[in-house]
């Protein structure tokens, strides 16, 4: 528990500082050097991702590459109930253009319900426990399947995750999706040995914001095959940090996302909308998924908004945090902060 708090706090300090698209071409350009060496490791010839490595500042912003790029949504996800109605508030919202598409791809484990499934789209691995041991094979499979599909991008998420596509995709198409990286919000399992020195020493993914992962990289991660991969991860629970330890040890650079993402449970309905360059939300309830959509695309009227948010919020607070102890501090302070916006001052 303690080491998951350190996690939550790094990533909470991390994503309060974002670079702005200059500067973090200048961090990423400073931080390989001409000499710059990818790590020894059991994949073989890697002389080929090393010179792509070098290559990373100079190539990975392009001017725009216009509308061709392929970007794949990879969700992880289990059969306990609970999980399963956020899968379907995710697909029923943000996620129902990119799967009607073909760029949608979720992975439970081997005892995942048949009559949840989708074949390729929604899929039981059956190599993978359903279970947190089983983690890190899902998301092992979602990169394996990326990688098989060719795709530009992955985004990597949660069922609680909200992704604001358009706005994710505008900043991608920025970028070259053939250099060797890997986005997101960084500074977790800094100093923690289990998850590799390198991870140890630099830190890596805070996977609640998402994890962004490019073409070059899904390709070097899955040069080996799905099954490599996965004995790779292993029964690793914090799947990011499986993810971070293959990506830093192929010298693959892991670079703040050069746009706002929350890993955090932004509770409050206020803060929310007051949160409109926010283009990741964690930890989004069934109901607030829906109103938050309709909010973004506009896509609902001035008294479907209200009916939503009725159904989203109590006293101005997200509901379906209210029962677990984790969270009871920040609920308590939003009611708090609530009633006191509704406090007329004389």
């Given at each position: 528990?303690?080491q998951?708090?350190a ?47 070098r290559?990373?500042?100079e ?15 990879g ?17 029923s ?5 990119p ?22 789209l ?33 985004v ?8 604001d ?8 198409r920025?970028?070259?999706?053939a250099?060797?990286?890997a ?9 923690i040995?289990?998850?590799g ?10 996977g ?8 070059g ?31 830093r ?12 993402l929350?890993?955090f449970?932004i509770?409050?309905?206020k803060e ?20 938050l ?8 009227d001035?008294?479907e ?16 945090f ?21 406090t007329?001052?004389p």
């Amino acid at each position: 528990m303690a080491q998951l708090k350190a996690a939550i706090t790094a990533s909470l300090l991390v994503s309060s500082i974002w670079p702005s698209y200059s500067s973090f071409f200048d961090t990423f350009h400073k931080g390989l050097e001409p000499g710059f060496l990818v790590p020894e490791g059991p994949w073989g010839d890697l002389a080929a991702a090393r010179k792509a490595t070098r290559l990373a500042g100079e190539q990975l912003f392009l001017v725009d590459s216009g509308s061709e790029q392929h970007v794949m949504y990879g969700v992880f996800t289990t059969a306990i109930p609970k999980y399963r109605k956020r899968l379907e508030a995710v697909m029923s919202t943000w996620g129902a253009k990119p799967k009607s598409e073909g760029r949608f791809y979720v992975v439970g484990g081997r005892t995942y319900p048949s009559q949840w499934q989708e074949p390729g789209l929604v899929v039981g691995a059956q190599d993978c426990q359903d279970e947190m041991l089983g983690n890190s094979c899902k998301e092992a499979s979602l990169i394996a399947e990326a990688a098989k599909r060719n795709v530009s991008w992955l985004v990597v998420t949660g069922e609680d995750n909200y992704v604001d596509s358009a706005r994710i995709e505008a900043v991608l198409r920025k970028m070259d999706p053939a250099v060797p990286a890997a986005l997101g919000c960084l500074g977790c399992g800094k100093n923690i040995p289990q998850y590799g020195k390198f991870v140890q020493s630099d830190g890596g993914f805070c996977g609640g914001c998402g994890e962004v992962i490019s073409q070059g990289a899904l390709q070097l991660l899955a040069a080996r095959g799905r099954s490599a991969l996965i004995h790779e991860y292993g029964t690793e629970t914090q799947c990011d940090m499986s993810t971070s330890r293959a990506l830093r040890e192929r010298g693959i650079p892991l670079t703040s996302f050069p746009g706002e993402l929350s890993g955090f449970p932004i509770i409050s309905r206020k803060e929310i909308e007051r949160s409109s360059g926010v283009m990741i939300f964690h930890y989004v309830m069934p109901a607030a998924m829906r109103w938050l959509h309709a909010l973004r695309t506009g896509n609902g009227d001035e008294k479907e908004l209200h009916s939503l948010s009725s159904l989203a919020f109590a006293k101005g607070c997200m509901q379906g945090f209210e029962s677990d102890p984790w969270f009871h501090e920040q609920v308590e302070r939003c009611i708090e902060l609530s009633a006191e916006s509704r406090t007329v001052v004389p």
